[in-house]
């Protein structure tokens, strides 16, 4: 089974509308969590990690105004993209690490968002 | 700055065929490589992971590392339609306590019936 869920899957809406992802981590308690972006043809890009507890760490060239990221528990991470425009049409992965180095972290089936 | 660099493709390759994909990385002293597939609008999926030098097989599949050329690569054998994605080579660097993965921007792989 799924060992992380993320929500929704798929979001279409107007220009300056804020949309929120949730990612939970449904085996493991999460201390931290990866918040990936990925572009038509283009590579996953890692845009922050998120700490629970404290503030996440955002990667250079990611704004953190435009991509607010809360990790209120141990479970849950949300990501909120403010006032989306079409440019931030992507597909939103997280994922959840397991410390192990086999299998370095499980990805969440992702969320296709669509900006009009 | 960590780069990971594969030929986006794509490579088409008849069924029953190998296909060979490839990957070099930057980061002299990375240690964990990895191949994931990732299908159209899907998150990616773990196939393989390698850490020493030589082969490593599973099933239809073998890892090669040489990290003296910082170059991995990844071997299909008997190559099926269902193995038509997108491949990404992936390196993982530990980050405080956790591991981190610099991706390619993945091999597009189309498998001809």
């Known amino acids: 089974g799924a060992v992380v869920s993320q929500h929704p899957s798929r979001v279409i809406c107007k220009s300056g509308t804020s949309v929120k992802i949730e990612c939970r981590s449904l085996?493991?308690?999460?201390?931290?969590m990866f918040w990936y972006r990925q572009f038509p043809k283009q590579s996953l890009m890692l845009m922050a990690t998120?700490?629970?507890?404290?503030?996440?760490?955002?990667e250079q060239g990611v704004e953190k105004d435009k991509f607010l990221i809360n990790h209120a528990s141990l479970t849950l991470s949300t990501l909120t993209v403010t006032s989306a425009h079409p440019e931030d049409s992507s597909f939103y992965i997280c994922?959840?690490?397991?410390?192990?180095?086999?299998?370095?972290?499980?990805f969440g089936d992702g969320t296709r968002l669509s900006i009009l | 700055q960590k780069e990971v660099e594969q030929n986006s493709g794509p490579l088409s390759v008849p069924e029953g065929a190998i296909a060979s994909l490839n990957c070099t990385y930057s980061?002299?002293?990375?240690?964990?490589f990895f191949w994931y597939r990732q299908y159209s609008g899907k998150s990616p999926e773990l196939i393989m992971s390698i850490y020493s030098n030589g082969d490593k097989e599973d099933g239809r599949f073998t890892a090669q590392l040489n990290k003296a050329s910082q170059y991995v690569s990844l071997l299909i054998r008997d190559s099926q339609p269902s193995d038509s994605a997108t491949y990404l080579c992936a390196v993982a660097g530990r980050v405080a306590g956790s591991y981190q993965l610099t991706f390619g921007k993945g091999t597009k792989l189309s498998v001809i019936p």
């Open positions: 980061d002299r002293g990375s240690q964990s």
């Open positions: 085996d493991f308690q999460a201390t931290t």
């Open positions: 998120s700490n629970e507890g404290s503030k996440a760490t955002y």
């Open positions: 994922s959840v690490p397991t410390g192990t180095v086999n299998q370095p972290q499980h």
